[in-house]
């Protein structure tokens, strides 16, 4: 019984933590705060030979309309060598390209930088076996845990 009620727990644990989550986001942790780690991002970016298309401040934006959001800004950024070979596989990509970043603080005053897994957006478009995508979704990882890391 007690073996029971454990496995029942770790089962409704799992399925709270998944009801978080959120399909084909990657949400990675920051210590820093939300405009140091768009910041650094952006320049890590650049840094990469990535072209930075836009920023956007969605809290900013929110304050124009007497609104309140906490910080939430998304960086617009990428490259025709990596985006290109990815449209490739599924013209229909280019609907999810640029690729995207988002820093964010959450309730807890927690900052996240997330984006979307290029190897579920190849899924998405029915090009699961798409290697650039695989190549991409690297990169980005390396990106963001550079950000965020020390």
């Excluded at 990596?82 to 988002?102: E, H, N, R, V, Y």
């Excluded at 964010?104 to 190849?122: F, G, H, K, M, R």
């Amino acid at each position: 019984m007690k073996t029971l009620n454990i496995i029942f727990g770790l089962a409704l644990l799992f399925a709270i933590t998944n009801a978080n989550a959120v399909e084909g986001l990657i949400s990675v942790k920051s210590p820093l705060s939300a405009k140091t780690t768009m910041d650094k991002f952006e320049n890590l970016a650049k840094q990469k030979g990535l072209n930075i298309f836009a920023r956007i401040d969605h809290a900013a934006g929110a304050k124009k309309v007497e609104q309140q959001l906490r910080p939430t800004e998304v960086l617009i950024f990428g490259n025709p060598k990596g985006g290109t070979p990815l449209i490739q596989c599924a013209q229909t990509i280019g609907i999810d390209l640029p690729l995207k970043a988002l820093v964010w603080e959450d309730a807890q005053s927690q900052v996240w930088l997330s984006y979307n897994d290029p190897t579920y957006i190849a899924e998405r478009h029915n090009v699961p076996n798409c290697l650039v995508a695989t190549k991409l979704s690297k990169v980005l990882a390396a990106l963001a845990d550079k950000t965020v890391g020390p």
